[in-house]
């Protein structure tokens, strides 16, 4: 049995926990600042529970010490101190962060590192890039490589068309950072809430748009490589009109704590979502223009016992697919392993990675 310790007792690090502990092969230490989010932690496995601020580094370095690996379920901005921790700790460390600052760090740290640094093992990115990746190799010749990704309300009921069903720091950032992309072959940033399309799937309308973070290291990847490469978010239409009525015209992208505020207390939660990954791949194979696109939804299911919802399945599956991976030596012990590293058929073997393969109505794991 492997020790690994999760930080960040929300929704998604319970998640994790639930999925790892009810595996039998992992023993669990979970770590966040609050005693009281530690109490309400919502899983029915054992796991240690250790009330530690991320912002004391020696007792960080203390609760991650001796530890085959440690996971970051923390919001983005505790990216470097928890990375640091795990190598001062000589543990093996993979995250979830979309924040392109966040990955730049922990790549940084990676650098001559004895054990691995995965960063972006969730959903966009983390899965999706792995899909792209798979698909993008199919090819002699790459065009355009677009990925979609949503996490969305079943039953949309408010002028926004959302739920909170994720982080809303995570959200509100990706609404308002540079984005990255490839564009006639040369890598650019973009703009966030721009480029709006709109795409029929399933006879449901959507629309999609730029935001961060979504593409992980595949800029880098595929430089030199492909004409078009992009990631846009997935939501209903009219979603991003009144995201910039706020973000803009308000200017509310300068006081983000009062649109968590905001939004957290308009807004309701939910645990009846969907998750949407959608992409397209074009390019030429044996001399001819070829199209490749994997569409997929992943709904809300139950999960030792209780319903979680298909964001907190497909997050905390990700990451722990590409734990359970690495513990098996199918993955490099060292340094920085991209997500595009790890194949396909792989991930959707696994026992956490199958919650892809099919929406399932029944536990995504052996013992979850």
Same mark, same amino acid.
């Given at each position: 049995?492997?020790?690994v310790? $999760?930080?960040?007792a ?6 994790i926990?639930? /999925? /790892? ?16 989010q530690? *109490? =309400?932690?919502e ?16 007792? %960080? ?7 085959? &690996? ?7 901005? &505790? ?5 640091e ?9 993979l ?7 966040s ?5 940084q ?10 960063p972006? +093992? ?12 798979d698909?993008? !190799?199919?090819?002699?010749? %790459?065009h355009?490589?677009?990925?979609? @990704? ?17 982080s809303t720091?995570? $959200?509100?950032?990706?609404? +308002?950072?540079? +984005?990255?992309?490839? @564009? ?13 399309e709109?795409?029929? /799937?399933?006879g ?14 595949? +800029? *880098?990847?595929?430089?030199g490589? #492909?004409?078009? %490469?992009?990631? =846009?978010?997935i939501?209903?239409?009219g979603?991003? &009109? ?38 397209? @791949?074009?390019g ?6 070829h ?11 139950? $999960?030792?016992?209780r ?17 359970d ?29 199958r #919650?892809? !393969? ?11």
């Amino acid at each position: 049995m492997k020790n690994v310790v $999760v930080v960040g007792a929300g929704k998604i690090g319970a998640m994790i926990a639930e /999925l /790892l502990a009810g595996s039998g092969d992992y023993s669990v230490t979970i770590v966040d600042r609050s005693s009281a989010q530690l *109490e =309400r932690l919502e899983t029915t496995r054992p796991v240690t529970k250790l009330a530690v601020d991320i912002e004391d580094a020696a007792g %960080l370095r203390r609760a991650t010490a001796g530890q085959f &690996a440690v996971l970051s379920a923390a919001p983005y901005h &505790a990216t470097r101190a928890i990375a640091e921790a795990a190598k001062a700790g000589g543990a093996h460390y993979l995250d979830l962060t979309e924040d392109v600052a966040s990955t730049r760090a922990v790549k940084q740290l990676a650098d001559g590192a004895r054990t691995a640094f995965i960063p972006q +093992c969730g959903l966009a990115p983390g899965f999706i890039t792995i899909v792209a990746a798979d698909l993008a !190799s199919r090819f002699d010749e %790459l065009h355009d490589v677009r990925m979609r @990704v949503g996490a969305l309300p079943k039953f949309p009921s408010n002028a926004l068309n959302y739920n909170l069903t994720w982080s809303t720091d995570g $959200v509100i950032n990706e609404y +308002c950072q540079p +984005c990255e992309a490839i @564009v006639n072959g040369e890598r650019r940033e973009t703009q966030p809430l721009e480029e709006l399309e709109e795409f029929s /799937l399933d006879g449901d309308r959507y629309e999609a748009f730029n935001t961060s973070g979504g593409l992980g290291t595949m +800029c *880098e990847t595929l430089a030199g490589k #492909v004409r078009n %490469l992009n990631y =846009r978010t997935i939501r209903y239409p009219g979603h991003a &009109a009144l995201m910039k009525v706020l973000l803009n015209d308000l200017r509310l992208r300068d006081r983000r704590e009062w649109l968590k505020e905001i939004l957290e207390n308009a807004i309701p939660a939910t645990l009846q979502d969907v998750v949407i990954v959608f992409v397209t @791949v074009t390019g030429l194979r044996g001399g001819q223009l070829h199209q490749e696109t994997y569409a997929n939804k992943i709904y809300s299911a139950p $999960v030792g016992g209780r319903v979680r919802s298909a964001i907190q399945i497909t997050t905390a599956a990700g990451i722990c697919t590409v734990l359970d991976l690495l513990a098996a030596g199918e993955l490099p012990q060292a340094g920085l392993v991209r997500q595009e590293e790890i194949a396909l058929p792989k991930f959707l073997g696994n026992r956490f990675g199958r #919650v892809y !393969s099919v929406n399932r109505a029944e536990d995504p794991a052996p013992g979850a």
